[in-house]
Structures are given as C-alpha cells and as structure tokens.
C-alpha cells in the first residue's frame, strides 16, 4: 500500500525554538493533513492542505502542500511547553472514478519534546 | 455535541475471546473509519465506511469485523482476539477531507 515517510522520528528542542517536520511519499495525495496527538488522546487536526502549492497558516503553525503532490512539510515557529506532542501528517490518496473520503495514509509521526 | 464517542477506554482480553469495540457520531458524517496505532508505525486504516449499509477494507483488515447499519454508529467486532490485536483502537468521521477522531480504545489482548 501507500507509504509516508515522516521525519524526523524526533525533536528535542528548547522553548522559543522554531520547529520543522516534513512527509514525503512515493504517490501523490489530493490532500494532506496535519495533526496533534497528546498522551492519551485522538489525534486532532491542526491543518488541512487542499491544492498542490497550497501555503496555509494556523497561529505558530505554518503548512505547505508540494507543488509534485508528493511532499508537506509543517513548521511551528516561537515553540511553547504546551507543543509538546506526536505530530502526524497524513494523505488522502486519489482513486479513478470513486471517492476517497475515509481512508487516510498516516506518517509515523514525529514525537516533539520543549524544553523550558 | 459530543463529537465522536468510543466505549470502553480500556479493555483487557484473553486469546480467543471475542469483543465488540462501539463508536458513535453525532455530527451526521457520511464516512467512518477504524484505525489501530502501533509504537512507531502512525494509525493504520482497518476498515472504513462512505454511508450506512455500505463498508470497505482498509489495510489491515484480517480478524476485524464492521457493519454499519445506522449513520451514527460504526462498530467494531473481533471476533478471536490474538495478542497481534494489541493496540490503542480510534474511530474517526467525516463529512468530507477533514477527519475527527475519538478518544480511542486501548485494548490488551492476553
């Protein structure tokens, strides 16, 4: 099946630090998303990416969709304590004549640990 | 609204017993979708649905069970547990792209 390489696997940095992680795939996504996992809970949305080129912001957090529909990266600038957690990105492939809605690929995520 | 709901948090099984993990939405999304999390392998899709009645596999099928005969409720069913199903169990919904998870199940399977 489709594939996503998320990296990197970790991050350990120091508070007000900016922070980059990004995904790339051997096929091509019609969507990316990015999430936030915290101990114990769902994952919960942060960003959704729509069009290849796509540059989106959320507060700190900023997302880009590859011009080749293969790649995303997400950067969260001013790190804060409260960042901490495991970012997943994840794509939803495209499908001949049928929708895709429901299947997603995840990224094995990126775990982020702020130090104060 | 209460979003997507899963029941129960917890759940501790012998090898062999069998199991029904529930999840429901309130938000009258279309799609549902069972993911199991492994350490270091992200969510991987189990099975999925676009409407009621109407299921799919995902990638990870084999030994999991779903039906979904109303559009709030899709649950799961393990029919044999076996110590491989050991995992953290989310349920998500949709109404399009943009998909919302539950809190999740975490299941150990003895």
Known sequence: ?116 | NAGVTQTPKFQVLKTGQSMTLQCAQDMNHEYMSWYRQDPGMGLRLIHYSVGAGITDQGEVPNGYNVSRSTTEDFPLRLLSAAPSQTSVYFCASSRDKEQFFGPGTRLTVL
């Open chain 1, 1 to 116: 099946g489709q594939q996503l390489n998320q990296s990197p696997q970790s991050m350990f940095i120091q508070e007000g630090e900016d922070v980059s992680m990004n995904c790339t795939s051997s096929s091509i996504f019609n969507t990316w998303l990015w999430y936030k996992q915290d101990p114990g809970e769902g994952p919960v949305l942060l960003i959704a990416l729509y069009k290849a080129g796509e540059l989106t912001s959320n507060g700190r957090l900023t997302a880009q969709f590859g011009i080749t529909r293969k790649d995303s990266f997400l950067n969260i600038s001013a790190s804060i304590p409260s960042d901490v957690g495991i970012y997943f990105c994840a794509g939803q492939p495209t499908f001949a004549g049928g929708t895709s809605y429901g299947k997603l690929t995840f990224g094995q995520g990126t775990i982020l640990t702020v130090h104060p």
